[in-house]
């Protein structure tokens, strides 16, 4: 008699409820994949190896299959929180000079005291990608530089306005930023010196009778400006304002002449004296005034900017879906930090699991092909969440029922093979 088969039907059951318990172990485990038990059935060769026995002599666990399905993404509130909507798996090593690579779907991140981000729950695993600057080559550990963008000097002004024709010049002169009656509008905007000192520009008006000596008659209008409370002026220690140049518009509104001026605050100027915050101005900024009219409606600024900043200290970052990570700063800026990226397989179910929710690859994995999220067959990012672990608790508590019932049914052939031994053994 053989108790082969009962025998290898207990083992295999053992083994499916081994697996099955580890899945409801982990159901709970950010980016866990449920197992999955293949079973194989077993022959022997005959002796004269003419064939197979006909009758098998049971079963054998043939392999312990990983399932990469998709888990649910669930919301967090931890900004580094990663998840991975799609294929792919993010590139670990174990320390900053061991580039030794693992994968694994787990994007629950935080930064440690040196900057790296790393996964608290794989034993500090740190997070791999290309540095800011790079688009390519061998990822390294991301590391996030809270270091502050220096600040940078105005180099030049753009505004563009529309002046309103129906007004008439002003009745006072000379010009004198003090008194409204000596101009007919004005405009503001905040420039910066290389320290990131702030300073007040208003730019001001002043129209003139239209030249009817030309046909069509034109107009113009002079520009002036001062610079936080000292109006610029002709001559170092002067008292006469300083006309920036002439606005000069033909009878249709559109701007003819004078779309380009400029203002002069480096150390060599007249109003050197206006940068008093210990910053300086290296050149004359340049003051644009392209696309502005003249026309019969009530003035109005359209359009205003500059290119110059403070300086600005990290305050917040985040991660884009092709894993961009962008730092946003105090000074309004933003900044590339580096990118995350994506590590695919031909055959995942090839990789060797390390536990920690970490595979190390393998020949029967593939190579690795690394890249960055959105693009071929990666799949997205997603921040401030994490993927579930994709164990259907239902499915495996039925499962549980199953193997329960085959571990039952093959201890039940165990007990008859010995009843019919024992029957035999009582033959006289």
């Not at 022959?43 to 990983?66: E, F, L």
């Not at 392209?290 to 600005?312: E, H, R």
């Not at 999220?373 to 799949?379: A, M, S």
Request: no cysteine; proline share 5%; aromatic share 8%.
């Amino acid at each position: 008699m053989s108790f082969q088969q009962g025998l290898s039907g207990l083992n295999g059951a053992a083994k499916s409820l081994d697996v099955i318990g580890n899945n409801v172990a982990n159901a709970s485990t950010v980016g866990f994949k449920q197992s999955q038990t293949q079973f194989a059935d077993m022959y022997a060769n005959s002796m004269n190896r003419s064939g197979n026995s006909p009758v098998g002599i049971g079963v054998a666990v043939a392999d312990v299959s990983q399932q990469f399905t998709q888990g649910n993404i669930s919301s967090s509130n931890n900004p580094l929180d990663i998840a991975i909507n799609g294929d792919g798996f993010f590139q670990m090593a174990s320390s900053p000079t061991n580039l030794s690579p693992m994968y694994g779907r787990n994007g629950q991140f935080q930064l440690d005291k040196n900057g790296y981000i790393v996964n608290p729950s794989m034993n500090g695993a740190y997070l791999m990608g290309w540095a800011a600057g790079t688009s390519g080559g061998d990822p390294v550990p991301l590391q996030i530089d809270t270091s502050a963008i220096a600040a940078t000097p105005t180099t030049s002004i753009s505004t563009k306005v529309n002046l309103d024709s129906r007004l008439s010049k002003p009745t006072t002169t000379p010009f004198n930023a003090a008194d409204p009656t000596t101009y007919n509008n004005s405009t503001g905007v905040t420039i910066y010196d290389s320290l990131g000192n702030p300073y007040s520009v208003q730019t001001y008006y002043v129209k003139h009778d239209p030249d009817t000596t030309v046909t069509p008659p034109t107009t113009s209008w002079d520009v002036y400006a001062k610079v936080g409370n000292n109006t610029l002026v002709t001559t170092s220690g002067g008292t006469t304002p300083l006309s920036l140049g002439t606005l000069k518009f033909d009878s249709t509104g559109a701007l003819i002449s004078g779309g380009t001026m400029s203002i002069d605050l480096t150390a060599t100027g007249a109003n050197s004296n206006v940068a008093a915050g210990g910053g300086n101005f290296a050149s004359a900024i340049s003051l644009s005034y392209t696309g502005s009219t003249q026309t019969g409606s009530a003035f109005v600024n359209l359009a205003q900017s500059q290119n110059g900043m403070p300086p600005g200290t990290l305050s917040s970052f985040s991660i884009d879906k092709d894993g961009t990570i962008v730092g946003s700063y105090s000074n309004q800026q933003t900044k590339n930090l580096g990118n995350v990226v994506l590590v695919n397989f031909a055959n995942p179910n090839g990789l060797q699991p390390l536990g920690n929710n970490l595979y190390s690859a393998s020949s029967a994995a593939g190579s690795p092909l690394v890249g960055k999220p959105t693009t071929g067959t990666f799949g997205t990012l997603q921040a401030r969440a994490v993927e579930d672990s994709n164990v259907d608790l239902t499915a495996e508590l039925v499962n549980m029922i199953v193997a329960q019932r085959v571990y039952q049914a093959n201890s039940q052939t165990i007990k008859v093979q010995d009843t019919v031994l024992q029957t035999l053994v009582s033959l006289r």
